[in-house]
């Protein structure tokens, strides 16, 4: 198995790296990804509209999921199709709020 | 030992106060430990259809009976789903619970709000109604939007509590749609267990954009309850 990148050695810091550890568990889940591959998502990884399965019931459930991990609260309008496009955008979506939390 | 199982048919209460037929999948050697399961409303009662039934069959291995009802306008049910209300489902497991002398239950996710009383049992990784509609109603926003048209939360729910709505393709009729809106989980009587999530491990079945069926879960889940149903013979 690959070692996990220790928080000290990670130039986003630590808070980032839970942030993005945390969606690419959630994204292991919802999509059926091995370790591995959700390991390998990059921020340009289609999501929404580039995988057949994640059809808008995953993608709402994908959001739910988010606000009871974070902690936080996603309103609909904030929801639009750039932070669903990719990975990348999900995350600057989950890292916006997590902040403001 | 195991048994094949076998669909069954049980009267249920209707809607207006008739009675008919529903379906239920049953392991039933006439044992006395017999655990009765309430799947999770909608969707995810696909999603957890194979773990569900997995579990009974290794319950059935360890001595217990098993049966899985269909709920009115659920599965194989010719109930209308538009037509269902949340005190008719409560009413149908109440009344599976008494036609199949259940002495356990298990209810899933949002079935937790349809526990029929007096009998023990466990709520694994329980749902309460907001929260049920809530990931339903976002995932109509999205498709909405996707089509190019914004649907606001405000109005659709409105449209739910007046005349019903269709949610993900499930069509909930007012009655159900407002009864769910204020659908808390129960508070826990003595003898019910809550099992979360963590404690059976891996990804959650519900979670999975399609349905999969992970062994080691319903290991996880079928030892819980067989420990505590097993008759001490």
Known sequence: MT???????????????????????????????????????????GLFGHLP??????????????????EIII??????????????????????????? | MTTPFKFVEWPCPAV???TRSEAALVFDR????????????FD??????????????RLDASGIDGVLPDLPGCNESLAPLAEQTLENWRAAAAAASAHFRATGVLTVRSGALLRPPDVPGWDYAPQDGRKTLRSMIRARIIASREAGREEPRDAIEAKGRAEGITLAGWHIGPALFTALEAAEL????????????????????????????????????????????????
Request: proline share 5%; aromatic share 2%; net charge negative.
């Open chain 2, 16 to 18: 207006g106060g008739d």
């Open chain 1, 53 to 70: 399965e994640l059809d808008s019931q995953a993608v709402a459930d994908l959001l739910t999921e988010m606000e009871d991990r974070f």
């Open chain 2, 186 to 233: 129960p508070t826990r009587e003595d003898g019910v267990t809550i099992i979360e999530h963590e404690t059976i491990g891996e990804r959650p079945a519900w979670l999975r954009a399609e349905p999969d069926f992970d062994a080691a879960q319903a290991d996880a889940l079928a030892a819980i309850i067989a420990v505590a149903m097993r008759q001490p013979e």
């Open chain 2, 44 to 57: 995810e009662a696909n999603k957890l259809r194979h773990t569900l039934v997995e579990v009974l069959r």
């Open chain 1, 3 to 45: 070692a996990q990148t220790s928080a000290q050695t990670d130039p986003t810091g630590p808070a980032r790296s839970t942030i993005d550890e945390t969606l690419r568990a959630i994204l292991r889940d919802v999509l059926g990804l091995s370790s591995e591959r959700a390991a390998q998502l990059t921020p340009d990884s």
């Open chain 1, 75 to 101: 309103e609909d309008d904030e929801i639009d199709g750039d932070h669903l496009e990719t990975y990348g955008g999900l995350l600057a979506l989950a890292e916006a709020k997590t902040a403001t939390r």
């Open chain 2, 30 to 41: 006439g044992r006395e430990s017999r655990l009765l399961v309430i799947p999770p409303l």
